[in-house]
Structure formats: C-alpha cells, structure tokens
Nanobody
C-alpha cells in the first residue's frame, strides 16, 4: 500500500501562485508516474500534469506555461507549482501515483486539497 499526503492548497487571488506537494510513503518499490488531477464542482476529474519515471512531463492545455510539475525521487514527493492562477483553476486537486509490481498496475490517490482562486 502507498499513502499519499497532500499539502499546499488554499485561497489566492487571480494572478497569484501556489505550490502543491504530495509525499508518498509505504510500499514504494517502483513508481511509474506521479501526477496531479483536479475536479471542479459539477465537472469530471481531469488530468492537470504528470511526470513519468523517465522524467517526461505532460500538461493539460489549459495549464501549459503556467503550471510546472517536478519530482524529488529521493523524498518520493511530487510538486505542482501553479502561477498566474485563474478563477477557472478553482478545484480540488488530487495527487496520483501509479506503479507496476510483478506486472500488476496499481493506482493511488491522495485525499485532495482545495485550491480556490478569487476574481
């Protein structure tokens, strides 16, 4: 089992910045990818950004150029630096970790952290 603990959410004005952190602990043998999703009220959960084990990153078009995902593999932690925040970025942000053990894929989710951007 892998436990994910998120931090860094909060209330910020339009144009402001926040940094989310997600620390993974437990049975971390090999992590395939770490990333962030978000879910706004009345909407489906969507991918924000992810970082593969090879260091490749991918971003949703809506956050490209504003958000940056990074990883500290020694600390099993993934970060999401969010700049130039907009009201439409308001959502609950979830950390996501994927790993494969003996050919079986596992997906873990954090508890979510609220990000609110005021206009």
């Amino acid at each position: 089992q892998v436990q994910l603990v998120e931090s860094g959410g909060g209330l910020v004005q339009t144009g402001g910045s926040l940094r989310l952190s997600c620390a993974a602990s437990g049975s971390i043998l090999s992590v395939d990818a770490m990333g962030w999703y978000r879910q706004a009220p009345g909407k489906q959960r969507e991918l924000v950004a992810f970082s593969s084990s090879e260091g490749k990153t991918n971003y949703a078009d809506s956050v490209k150029g504003r958000f940056t995902i990074s990883r500290d593999n020694a600390k099993n932690t993934v970060y999401l630096e969010m700049n130039a925040l907009k009201p439409e970025d308001t959502a609950v942000y979830y950390c996501n970790v994927r790993q494969t053990i003996v050919g079986i894929g596992y997906v873990y989710w954090g508890q979510g952290t609220q990000v609110t951007v005021s206009s």
